[in-house]
């Protein structure tokens, strides 16, 4: 029965499957961050753009949205 117990006790696969969880976690956490952060990006790079050529070569563009026809 104590040779069973000190087995348990010395058994560190359960925390090591906890920090890999742990880092798992961080890094989608960072990606969806990054994801969020270049999509912000580009939006104002697309509203730029659709801000500047609105009227131009016969179409429309709302700055809001980013779309125009």
Known sequence: MTKILK????????AAMVEYSIL???IAGAAILAILAIGGWVTGRFTG???KL?????????AATGAGT
Request: glycine share 26%.
């Open 7 to 14: 087995q348990f006790r010395d058994d560190e696969s359960g």
């Open 24 to 26: 798992v976690g961080i």
């Open 49 to 51: 753009l659709c801000g």
């Open 54 to 62: 609105d009227g131009k070569a016969g179409g429309t563009c709302v």
